[in-house]
């Protein structure tokens, strides 16, 4: 009897030991599967890392390599010597100022957007050129009447832009376009000398700012240039 009682507690025990012997081997193998996925999430975040710092040093280059040959390009036609003494000149401050505020420029520039904004903003000059001659011979219409109708004022309103540059951009286009002066920028709101009931009325309706927004890709305006270029996207993709 006590044999019996013996071997079945020594049989209990040694199930108990087998038991215990899987489940320690299961843990193991969990911690196995766990260490092995967290390397492998650290890898990827790793590499993610270095791809996304690499793509960022190459923007930040493109960036300043395309502000330096814009300045470059400008300050060749403003000053209008070509002798080697002003070119090189030229060159240096061009790449002194774009190395201190290539950001500026290209402040918002997702990667493969910047040979669009460039496109789009050689497409928006004929247009400005355009409204420059209409306001040209809008204001010299007012100054050759007797009664010269003019009616100035100082107007505000509200845009939608968000960076600093497609701002600066619209000021200055509103500044070259005879009729209106931009007197100051508060945040959001321009606040714009106008001549004239009617170039008041064009500011109010927006369609500069709209194609402002739409050379740097901003969010909140939606221009149908836009939509044309996402139907050809989809069109490629096939959906």
């Known amino acids: 009897m006590e044999v019996t009682l013996l071997i079945e507690a020594t049989e209990s025990a040694f199930k108990i030991l087998e038991d215990a012997r899987n489940h320690a081997a299961g843990i ?11 390397s492998r999430v650290l890898r990827d975040k790793k590499c993610r890392a270095i ?12 960036n300043f390599m395309g502000t330096a040959i814009i300045l470059f390009i400008f300050w ?7 002798d080697l003494f002003h070119l090189v000149l030229g060159a240096v401050c061009s790449l002194a100022v774009s190395y201190l505020f290539h950001d500026l420029l290209f402040v918002n520039v997702r990667i493969g957007n910047l040979r669009t904004m460039a496109w789009r903003f050689l497409i928006y000059i ?12 809008h204001v010299a219409a007012l100054v050759l009447r007797p009664k010269m109708p003019i009616s100035p004022r100082i107007i505000r309103f509200k845009t939608k832009l968000e960076t600093d540059i497609s701002k600066v951009t619209l000021a200055n286009s ?16 321009f606040y714009v000398h106008a001549l004239s009931h009617m170039v008041a009325d064009d500011l ?25 270029d996402a139907a050809r996207i989809y069109e490629t993709l096939g959906v």
Do not use: C
Request: proline content about 2%; charged content about 25%; overall charge negative.
């Open 51 to 62: 791809f996304t710092g690499a793509q960022r040093r190459k923007t930040r280059f493109h």
């Open 76 to 82: 060749s036609l403003l000053s209008g010597h070509f």
């Open 28 to 38: 193991m193998d969990t911690t196995v599967e766990l260490m092995a996925e967290e």
């Open 204 to 228: 109010y309706g927006g369609e500069m700012e709209d194609r402002v927004a739409h050379i740097f890709m901003e969010g909140d305006h939606l221009y149908l240039q836009d939509a044309l």
């Open 126 to 137: 004929p247009w400005l050129l355009g409204q420059i001659l209409i306001a040209n011979m």
């Open 174 to 189: 509103i500044t070259l376009t005879p009729g209106t002066i931009t007197i100051d920028i508060r945040g959001d709101e």
